[in-house]
């Protein structure tokens, strides 16, 4: 999409719509309408707001025809509910115009106030709501998306409005490669296709990217991943995708659950709970996305993205319910029950990066338990740390661009469920708790790194949009990945 700059106001563009942000207050509502029928010449529109409940509220939506002194085709009038944040207003007005563009082929932005954070957020709105998977769709041109916008009342010597859109794209361009990767059939997408992924967006970029296939893997002796992809016709992978800066101070490594499809192995999953599990992957989409950001943003900052990749299947050769294995990092497993799989698979990338690559932070994104989205519900992940500063500034950067965490407990109580009588530990605590003594697994293969955990099993994958997550593979957790870095 091309996003441009312009002085001109609302009235004065000729794009296909305009967004305009309206917000919910009776007395600020009612200035609104009455501001935009000074210029179309309209009485009638309070009357269709009313008539179509239109009252302002945060992502409601009106689109009205455009009259008198407009020269646009359609206004869109988007509800911002009682939202201060001009950063957050303009994110959701870009998106709103993006996301319901359907005929519209151009459209116009009108932002709170015009400075780089709220340009910036515009166009990661626009790259976000325009974002459609139409990869397996025979008629594509029936998913209309807009092919470009423009930023309106920016002021002519304006500093620094030209970068903040090439921010806000190259963030949204990440963010929209880690859909893709989520929104991907598991007959296309398994861990071969995508270390190829990752490495064809790695050349593009300038980027390192080292790919392990299972002889490599077993040499390493990651026992615990290898014992995952038993049950699977398809070997394993590891990804490393590098983005090293002369000047970096900071080394950051973010680690992805690469599981592009969990069948549960012989722990096997009901058929209802099997549909969507091509997104068991999303850890490993959201990791490629942070350092590929960083890299278009050119941070200084090293970031390094360690993905381990696997299917979890029932083949003849499948792990099994009282196995056990030898981690990489000493410590011997027993298996109690083979659908909690990504602990394993992270268990031995985790360790690996804590030795090799010795990090100044490091962070994982799994799609790790149902019992988060138990404890906090579809559209929120949960954030595990002992590290207070760390857990802090995510949750700051977090806050910044609209993705929501909860900081969960690692209790360290519970670390007696992990307890097992014929191992060093079960890799499941049980029932109860599940989410912290699988975080308390993760804890065990770390050392002394200063390392988090985020859960984000309930929003990188939604069935259907919600706020900022579209329907389907969301790429939660990038944008907030990269503002952590830039933080630093």
């Not at 002194?69 to 944040?85: C, F, H, N, S, T």
């Not at 009901?270 to 091509?278: E, H, N, Q, R």
């Not at 149902?370 to 977090?398: F, Q, V």
Request: aromatic share 6%; with cysteine; hydrophobic share 40%.
């Amino acid at each position: 999409m091309k996003i441009t700059l312009s002085e001109g106001t609302w009235d004065q563009s000729a794009t296909d719509i305009v967004a305009i942000a309206i917000p919910s207050a009776k007395t600020k509502l009612s200035r609104a309408l009455r501001r935009i029928e000074s210029v179309t010449g309209k009485d009638s529109i309070k009357l269709l707001a009313s008539d179509e409940r239109f009252e302002g509220k945060a992502s409601q939506t009106l689109k009205v025809a455009a009259a008198g002194k407009a020269k646009a085709r359609w206004l869109l009038l988007v509800g911002i509910g009682e939202e201060q944040d001009p950063q957050k207003i303009s994110w959701t007005i870009a998106h709103a115009v993006a996301s319901g563009a359907k005929a519209q082929k151009t459209a116009a932005v009108e932002l709170p106030e015009v400075t780089p954070d709220a340009v910036r957020a515009a166009s990661q709105g626009l790259m976000a709501g325009s974002y459609r998977y139409t990869e397996y769709k025979s008629d594509k041109k029936a998913e209309s998306t807009l092919s470009s916008a423009v930023i309106l009342d920016a002021p002519k010597d304006a500093r620094g409005l030209a970068a903040a859109i090439r921010a806000g794209k190259a963030i949204g361009e990440s963010v929209n490669f880690a859909r893709d990767l989520v929104n991907r059939p598991p007959n296309d997408l398994n861990p071969i296709t995508l270390a190829r992924a990752a490495s064809s967006e790695s050349r593009k970029l300038g980027l390192t990217c080292h790919v392990w296939n299972k002889a490599r893997i077993e040499k390493e002796g990651m026992s615990l991943l290898l014992a995952v992809n038993q049950g699977s016709a398809i070997d394993p992978r590891v990804i490393h995708v590098v983005y090293k800066p002369s000047r970096a101070k900071k080394k950051i490594v973010f680690v992805g659950k690469g599981l592009t499809f969990d069948a549960g192995g012989l722990c096997i999953k009901p058929a209802a709970s099997m549909v969507d599990m091509k997104c068991d992957m999303a850890g490993a989409a959201s990791t490629l996305g942070i350092v590929f950001a960083a890299a278009r943003l050119k941070l200084p900052v090293e970031v390094h993205a360690v993905v381990g990749s696997t299917e979890n299947m029932t083949g003849a050769k499948a792990y099994r319910p009282g196995d056990i294995y030898k981690s990489l990092e000493g410590k011997t497993v027993e298996i109690v029950n083979t659908d909690a799989e990504g602990r394993l698979v992270l268990a031995d990338v985790l360790t690996w990066a804590t030795r090799k690559l010795k990090p100044d932070y490091m962070i994982d994104h799994a799609t790790l338990t149902g019992a988060c989205m138990i404890a906090l519900g579809p559209w929120r992940a949960g954030l595990y740390t002992d590290d207070d500063e760390l857990a802090a500034k995510y949750l700051d950067a977090a806050d910044g661009e609209g993705e929501s965490f909860w900081r969960m407990p690692l209790d360290s109580d519970l670390r007696e469920l992990l307890k097992s009588p014929v191992a060093d530990l079960k890799h499941i605590g049980g029932r109860y708790g599940g989410s912290i003594t699988a975080a308390l697994f993760l804890k065990e293969f770390v050392s002394e790194t200063t390392w988090m955990h985020l859960d984000i099993a309930g929003p990188a994958f939604v069935e259907r949009a919600h706020g900022r997550l579209p329907k389907g593979g969301t790429g939660f957790g990038v944008a907030t990945g990269v503002r952590f870095l830039e933080s630093l």
